[in-house]
């Protein structure tokens, strides 16, 4: 890596970085160049469609006024930061336990929750639908907020197990001789230098419920109740006939809160990715 | 302010056992040190005291209270851990004065004995800092204000130098030893360092496989180990070890190793005759070696000098004589070149005397 | 002592409870109580049920009859199933193993020092980021047959002379689909394994460079080696999530043209949701069990000997 031909490192890194870039990002500005088209432009095939012609804001005004993109958001919000809050402090309890506690069957435990964490959402859908319609949850964003801790609670427990390894054994033994009982030992010591942890954890679960589809789409039928991914995909989308402009620009907004909680904790959500894939 | 007793205290890991049957009385204010090398049970013994560990058998008492399924926290003890184990959220401060807090003591008193515990050490300054802005032994300052904040009634140490470079080591040594001698608590010590153990403690408990070896005070460990392991073990470089026959000698019986022979002492004649056995294992140590100019076979070990290491306040020559590879010292003053012959006079009174399959001391 | 007394009075109520809290034991019980409550009731319970529905002919709204093997009977002589089995099998294979390769090239690219690392892997990571359903959405839209442009853009290089019909000719929405599927995937394989390249040491390449290796040596007998333990575990979780992938395939082709799309999540999705056939759809789904099973083993095996 010191010593280097100029020519090499063209070859070797900025061509193929360039090219990775611009496949990784062509989508979105497809996306981006889609919002701001009129629809006379958009379906204008003698126009270049990589350039805007007419900047226009009406597609975004569309979406806010003419569906109920709002509520959809709000909804999602409601479902993302629930679900998060439960499977966090779910999973900081069983990760603690599990990790630290050593108790009999702390380490099959630790073993089915990292199984349940294999087991995909396309297996589970249909039996949890009747099982939400049993407990007349069906079409309430309930169902979405008890249902999501069954994906979060797994990657959590798994990923802040591995924080609390990595806090020295000492360091609770010592609060135990200073006279701290484990619950206290456990808010005091642990909790606090765990945050890091606890965050990146938080990022995750807030991002994947936000992200989340097939429940969504199975459990929610009525249109008021839906969240943001769901929403867009069933009300701009009226038999043949495809609002491409709002249904873009309905998915560059829902994207923004995600990118945004990821844009402030880039680091954690790498951290906690690269922690967990090494545990 | 409390004695210390162990009866009988095993304790067993599914099939291992790590301490075996210890038996052990620390006197009030008694510094005691448990040596030994790694996985001795050393350790365990001690986090048997503290409570972080279960008893599977025997007995513990602090003073006259059993305390044997005592949670920790109630056992009134302080403990210095090997790596601090400093809460790195907070300050120094609270760090000192989390005991405290726990035990819901008032502000004010807290706010005192923290003073207090800060001046003694030495750290008033650092109050506010958090560990991460602490130097290794400043660090370990607020492990030991920590523990003696409490004033419990029995301080354990588990290797807390060991993080420590050499330098600083030797001087922390000093003022550990001198924080007990003003706080008269009654202390135990782990530490694999034959030298910390040695200078700290009021007596010593000597490790090995979960059992202990010999009790006693430093010299007496030094001066009379009860067995080949605790011969090698205490007092560096190590005491030289080799097996050799009981012959006749001119009036006596003489140790024959290949063609090194020593006439024993009378005494120690007596003894073996009793003994009745051949064979055995003699252990001299480096310094009971002194350099002569003249060889006189049954008195002094002829050899060649194989490699020449001076330390400084002292010169260790490795030689050969004939079968055996001997280390001494022989003092600064000494002059010694490698690849010479050389005559070494061993001080038969300090002979050390082991069985061969045992290593038990036949010395006394 | 002055704080002696306490352990003489003898233990009330609450003394007992908080001693009983200290035993690992209770409180470790407590403590993973609510997670495996939740687990139990909407993952190993729904789990268990889906296998029984399989079994059964419950329609929605109605409780069913066991009916034994007949849901997977009538599976086996549908050829509509044995498309949508081929169609996850080739979607699975093709996709990871382009991921893989992909991941592992942009991982390598990134894996020096340069200005804008930080920024460059935050990029890199975006469409991992962004909802699925959205990015897909996105590309449905890219995807169009009049309007793309994709195909633009290539009529006019004069590469093609008319507009591809991404979605409309069954081999063409395949491609589309693991495009699609490979664009979302390779930043999860290049940040995983990016971190396994940070812990290979410096030294050992510039041993090899004194050796006289060049980069694909380097590569093959460095790299590669020391990233497998790693390349496999991020391999099985991109193949469990890849063979059950429902939204990408849901959201662009809805498993058309005329079912020549569905992977097993889309069409038991659409026998048990749209067409009210919970068994037969739980039959589909439990299809996937076998490699699900096969891959979760292999996981295991190799964090079993990372241990």
């Known amino acids: 890596m010191a010593i280097e031909r100029s020519g090499s490192k063209l070859f070797k890194f900025y061509l193929p970085l360039v090219m990775y870039l611009v496949f990784l990002l062509f989508p979105f500005y497809w996306m981006v160049n889609t919002v701001f088209k009129s629809d006379k432009e958009l379906y204008d095939m003698s126009l270049n469609p990589f350039y805007i012609h007419h900047p226009t804001v009406h597609n975004i005004v569309r979406l806010f006024t003419e569906t109920i993109f709002l509520r959809w958001m709000a909804n999602t919000f409601f479902v993302a930061i629930l679900a998060t809050l439960i499977s966090l402090a779910a999973s900081l309890l069983a990760a603690y336990a599990i990790q630290r506690l050593r108790f009999k069957t702390s380490g099959p435990t630790g073993v089915a929750i990292f ?103 199975a459990f929610i039928s009525s249109s008021a109740k839906k969240t943001v991914p769901i929403g867009l995909v069933t009300e701009l989308v009226r038999g043949d006939i495809y609002h491409w402009g709002s249904l873009m620009a309905g998915a560059l907004c829902a994207s923004v809160p995600v990118a945004l909680v990821y844009s402030f904790f880039v680091e954690q959500y790498v951290a906690g990715m690269t922690g967990a894939l090494k545990e | 302010m409390a004695e210390v007793r162990l009866e009988n205290v095993c304790k067993h890991y599914d099939k291992v056992v790590a301490v075996d049957n210890f038996n052990l009385s620390i006197q009030d204010k008694e510094f005691v040190v448990l040596v030994g090398p790694s996985g001795c049970g050393k350790t365990t013994t001690l986090r048997m005291i503290a409570g972080l560990e279960t008893i599977t058998s025997g007995r513990i008492f602090i003073g006259d209270r059993l305390i044997n399924d005592l949670p920790a926290k109630e056992r009134n003890i302080a403990m210095v851990f090997q790596n601090y184990a400093l809460y790195p959220h907070m300050t120094v401060r609270d760090n000192i004065a989390f ?73 922390t040594r000093l003022e550990l030893k001198k924080l007990h001698e003003r706080l008269a608590t009654t202390a135990v010590y782990v530490t694999h360092d034959q030298v910390e153990a040695m200078t700290m403690g009021d007596r010593i408990v000597v490790m090995k496989d979960g059992l202990i070896q010999q009790v006693g005070s430093p010299m007496e460990l030094y001066n009379t180990p009860a067995n080949r392991f605790v011969a090698g073990f205490i007092g560096s470089p190590a005491m030289n070890f080799f097996e050799a026959e009981l012959a006749g000698g001119t009036d006596g019986l003489c140790l024959q190793s290949g063609e090194v022979r020593l006439d024993l002492l009378p005494e120690q004649c007596r003894r073996l005759e009793r003994y009745g056995r051949k064979r055995i294992l003699v252990g001299i140590r480096p310094e009971d070696f002194r350099p002569c100019e003249r060889h006189e076979q049954g008195q002094t070990i002829s050899g060649e000098v194989e490699v020449v290491e001076p330390v400084g306040n002292e010169t260790y020559v490795n030689f050969r004589a004939g079968e055996l590879n001997l280390i001494a010292a022989v003092g600064r003053k000494t002059i010694v070149q490698a690849h010479t012959r050389m005559v070494l006079q061993p001080a038969m009174e300090h002979l050390h005397l082991f069985d061969i399959d045992s290593g038990k001391s036949i010395s006394k | 002592m002055e704080s002696e007394s306490i352990y003489d009075r003898p233990p009330g109520m609450r003394q007992r409870f908080s001693r009983a809290l200290e035993n690992p034991t209770v409180l470790g019980l407590l403590f993973v109580a609510p997670a495996e409550l939740l687990l139990l009731v909407f993952l190993a319970y729904p789990f268990v049920l889906g296998i029984w529905l399989g079994f059964t002919d419950t329609i929605v709204g109605r409780q069913g009859h066991y009916i034994g093997w007949q849901n997977y009977i009538d599976l086996v002589n549908d050829t509509q199933f044995w498309l949508t089995a081929f169609n996850t099998f080739f979607y699975t294979v093709i996709a990871v193993i382009l991921k893989a390769v992909l991941g592992i090239g942009l991982a390598v690219v990134l894996n020096r020092d340069f200005k804008a690392k930080g920024l460059v892997r935050a990029i890199v990571l975006l469409p991992w980021i962004i909802p699925t359903a959205l990015s897909a959405l996105c ?31 069954p081999w063409n929405a395949r491609w589309s689909l693991i495009a699609a599927n490979v664009w979302r995937g390779v930043p999860f394989f290049t940040i995983g394994l990016l971190a396994g390249l940070q812990t290979i040491s410096p030294d050992l390449y510039e041993a090899a460079d004194i050796d006289g290796a060049g980069s694909w040596k380097k590569f093959r007998r460095i790299t590669l080696p020391l990233l497998t333990p790693l390349l496999t575990v991020v391999t099985v979780f991109s193949t469990i999530w890849t063979f059950a992938d429902f939204q990408l395939v849901w959201i662009i082709t809805k498993g058309g043209p005329a079912g020549a799309t569905h992977i097993f999540g889309t069409l038991s999705y659409e026998r048990a949701m749209q067409g009210g056939h919970f068994g037969m759809g739980a039959a589909i789904s439990n299809f996937m069990l076998p490699v699900l099973v096969i891959c979760v083993l292999i996981a295991f095996m190799f964090l079993k000997k990372e241990d």
Not at chain 1, 146 to 174: A, D, H, N, Q
Not at chain 2, 145 to 152: D, E, L, Q, T, Y
Not at chain 3, 139 to 153: H, N, Q, R, V
């Open chain 1, 115 to 217: 199984l349940a964490y294999l087991i995909p959402q396309t297996i589970l859908f249909i039996p949890l639908a009747s099982i939400i319609f049993k407990l007349k949850l069906w079409d309430s964003l309930w169902a979405l907020v008890l249902t999501y801790p069954t994906f979060l609670v797994p990657f959590c427990t798994w990923l802040l197990m591995g924080y609390f390894k990595s806090i020295p054994k000492e360091m609770e033994e010592c609060a135990m001789i200073d006279g701290a009982s484990r619950i206290r030992i456990f808010w005091k010591i642990i909790l606090p230098l765990c945050l890091p942890g606890v965050l990146s954890a938080g990022i995750f679960c807030f991002t994947l419920s936000w992200n989340e589809y097939l429940y969504a789409l």
């Open chain 2, 99 to 171: 005991s405290l807090e726990m035990r819901k003591r008032p502000k004010e008193e807290i706010e005192q004995r923290v003073r207090e515990a800060a001046d003694i050490l030495g750290i008033e300054h650092l109050l506010d800092r958090k560990p991460k802005q602490l130097s290794g032994g400043q660090r370990q300052r607020v492990a030991v204000g920590r523990a003696i904040v409490r004033k419990p009634e029995v301080f354990l140490f588990d290797e807390p130098l060991s993080n420590l470079d050499a330098k600083l080591r030797v001087q």
């Open chain 3, 139 to 169: 590309f449905w839209w890219l995807y169009d047959a009049t309007f793309s442009g994709i195909s633009w853009a290539l009529v006019r290089l004069g590469i093609i002379d008319h507009y591809i019909n991404f979605l409309g000719d």
